[in-house]
Each structure stands twice: as structure tokens, then as C-alpha cells.
């Protein structure tokens, strides 16, 4: 069975950072591109970033370029999510996926529950 656990949200104030988990299981991460994606209320859930199955490549949104840098550490089957100079548009539940490698929601399999991310101004 395949499950995405995520971890590390939490209020920060404007200016602050977090940095997010995700730990898999199943026997997937090692072979897996994985996708961090957020979802604010009212709005549809969108693309952050993501990271190619090696660790070499990585891709960003605009809107989070140069602040959020996403790695990943396959011994622990486990992706990061380093955020910095956070903003109040930032708020939103945040998940880790796998299953896919574009910026399109719909293309990934497996997702894990989220964590709640607010920032605060």
C-alpha cells in the first residue's frame, strides 16, 4: 500500500520559515519524481514544485522562486520542502505527491493528507 505522510506546518509569522516533510511508503520514493502542491479555500489546488526521481532536477513555481527549495533524501524515503521569506499568501494546506512529473494536479497518483501552512501578517 502506498502512503504519503506530511509534516511541519504550522503559524509563522511574515518573513518566516518552515520546512515541510513528506515520508512514503510502499516501496514507490526511490523510483518516484514527487510534487509538492497547495490548495488556498475557494481556489483550485495548484503547483509548487517538484524534484526528478535522482535529486538533480528541480522545478518551481514563479510565485515561489528562490525562496522555496525542495530536496529529497531517498535513504529515509523522505522529500523536503525548505520555505523561506514566507508571506501571508502562502497560507494554504500543503501536500506531497507522487505518481506524476508535470504541474497539472490531476496527473499524480498518490497524495498524502496535507499540512496546514498560515502565515500571518
Known amino acids: 500500500q502506498v502512503q504519503l505522510v506530511e509534516s511541519g506546518g504550522g503559524l509563522v509569522q511574515a518573513g518566516g520559515s518552515l520546512r515541510l516533510s513528506c515520508t512514503a511508503s510502499g516501496g514507490i520514493f526511490s523510483s518516484s519524481a514527487m510534487g509538492w502542491f497547495r490548495q488556498a479555500p475557494g481556489k483550485e489546488r495548484e503547483f509548487v514544485a517538484r524534484?526528478?526521481?535522482?535529486?538533480?532536477?528541480?522545478y518551481y513555481a514563479d510565485s515561489v522562486k528562490g525562496r522555496f527549495t525542495i530536496s529529497r533524501f531517498n535513504a529515509k524515503n523522505t522529500v523536503y520542502l525548505q520555505m523561506n521569506s514566507l508571506k501571508p499568501e502562502d497560507t494554504a494546506i500543503y501536500y506531497c505527491?507522487?505518481?506524476?512529473?508535470?504541474?497539472?494536479?490531476?496527473?499524480?497518483?498518490?497524495w498524502g493528507q496535507g499540512t496546514q501552512v498560515t502565515v500571518s501578517s
Open positions: 505527491a507522487s505518481g506524476g512529473s508535470g504541474t497539472w494536479y490531476k496527473e499524480y497518483d498518490y
Open positions: 524534484i526528478t526521481r535522482s535529486g538533480i532536477s528541480t
